[in-house]
């Protein structure tokens, strides 16, 4: 499978424990953004990253929250000190280039489910 | 800030039917504009965009897009819907023009599209 591969496809936390959600964009990629979509909503964009570098992070909580994509690995979104309203599906997506004709590829999600 | 509004939640139509499904964008210039397609418990897979150009775009699965600057729309459209259509549908904009770098979408809410057979 050449897409966006997420893992794990489900994970389960206790509240105060941490979340750790990984992606590896698609071959050639090296842009990735996170999106978080909570029940009933749409997809509201969190972070934008490229190789070892955070280039728009607007959208991520100010706290508890973070991301990195590391010159070797999978983009890495942590959360820390889970809370109840942290239970949502998490989707990356990733382009080949910066530039709005390189279309973004999702991820199947990783659904977050907070105890 | 831009933003996006699908006022249809739920839509059920027969199989066989016409589709049509309404999006309404907020942003100060004209954006690039994007439908979406996510079947239950899968990411998003691309049908259409509009990037400049002819109006009418034509996407996968059949799909088309009419974008009307003066209404602010950027409707999706079936002549004839199958079951496998079924799924949640999200219109998305992203800014024009390539500013800090990345062109991070916004949602709408979707539609949850029902098809009876």
């Known amino acids: 499978n050449a897409g966006v591969m997420q893992n794990p496809r489900h994970l389960v936390r206790r509240r105060g424990q941490e979340a750790r959600l990984r992606c590896s964009p698609m071959?050639?990629?090296?842009?990735v953004y996170w999106y978080r979509q909570l029940p009933e909503e749409g997809l509201k964009f969190m972070v934008y990253?490229?190789?070892?570098?955070?280039?728009?992070e607007s959208g991520m909580p100010k706290e508890r929250f973070s991301a990195e994509f590391p010159k070797e690995g999978p983009s890495i979104l942590r959360i820390q000190q889970v809370v109840r309203g942290d239970s949502a599906a998490y989707f990356c997506a990733s382009s080949s280039r910066t530039g709005i004709n390189q279309p973004q590829h999702f991820g199947d999600g990783t659904r977050l489910s907070i105890l | 800030a831009q933003s996006v509004t699908q006022p249809d939640i739920h839509i059920t139509v027969s199989e066989g039917a016409s589709l049509e499904l309404r999006c309404n964008y907020s942003?100060?210039?004209?954006?690039?504009l994007f439908w979406y397609v996510q079947s239950p418990g899968q990411g998003l897979q691309l049908l259409l965009k509009y990037f400049s150009g002819d109006t009418l775009v034509q996407g996968i699965k059949g799909f088309e897009a009419e974008f009307k600057r003066s209404q602010s729309s950027f409707n999706l459209r079936k002549p004839s819907v199958h079951w496998s259509d079924a799924a949640e549908y999200f219109c998305a904009v992203a800014p024009s023009g390539v500013t800090g770098g990345g062109n991070k979408l916004t949602f709408g809410t979707g539609t949850q599209l029902k098809v009876e057979l």
């Open positions: 942003y100060g210039a004209t954006p690039y």
């Open positions: 990253l490229q190789k070892e570098n955070i280039i728009d």
């Open positions: 071959k050639g990629h090296s842009h």
